[in-house]
């Protein structure tokens, strides 16, 4: 993707971000979601995330300024010990997969949390999807387990795939 940029979301965004992720929610398995979003409904995930910190939302977007995909890292588990491990996604926009924005994020989102205390980025996988699995050992991610039957959509369970990176300190 050379004719764009990575930067922070804004309130702004929101729409862009909740088609992103609704086109996901209604037509795969990537997410385990099962009712589309509002953008009012996916507020509080966006306030969870900020400019600054572990937990970030940074957006890929067009030279025109339209948004492709997106990336964040989120808390992992709500326990204090756990506060130096984050948990990662991307998702673009259906008609963008396969041009690099995934790893362009990716990317920037590593570089983002190089400056913060965090020690793990962990990532689940729902199965089957190999090119989600590329992306993340492309990035620089192993796979270190898989969950079978946890999540059940469309009438039928589906395991996924756990993912770790270690950040350099």
């Not at 588990?77 to 926009?93: G, H, L, N, Q």
């Not at 994020?105 to 793990?120: I, Q």
Request: hydrophobic share 40%; aromatic share 10%; glycine share 8%.
């Amino acid at each position: 993707m050379s004719t764009g940029r990575v930067r922070s979301a804004v309130a702004a965004d929101l729409p862009a971000l909740t088609d992103i992720y609704n086109h996901y929610v209604a037509n795969t398995t990537i997410t385990f979601d099962l009712v589309p979003f509002t953008p009012d409904g996916r507020r509080a995930w966006f306030d969870a995330h900020s400019t600054g910190g572990p937990h970030r939302l940074l957006v890929a977007a067009d030279a025109d300024g339209t948004l492709v995909g997106y990336a964040t890292s989120s808390q992992w588990r709500p326990k204090a010990a756990y506060d130096t491990t984050v948990e990662s996604s991307v998702y673009c926009r259906a008609d963008a997969v396969g041009r690099g924005i995934g790893s362009l994020l990716y990317g920037a989102l590593s570089d983002a949390l190089a400056t913060e205390d965090v020690h793990r980025v962990v990532a689940g996988v729902s199965l089957p999807n190999p090119a989600s699995i590329a992306l993340h050992k492309r990035c620089g991610f192993r796979e270190v387990g898989v969950f079978t039957h946890v999540g059940r959509k469309f009438g039928k369970y589906w395991d996924v795939a756990w993912f770790e990176k270690a950040l350099p300190r």
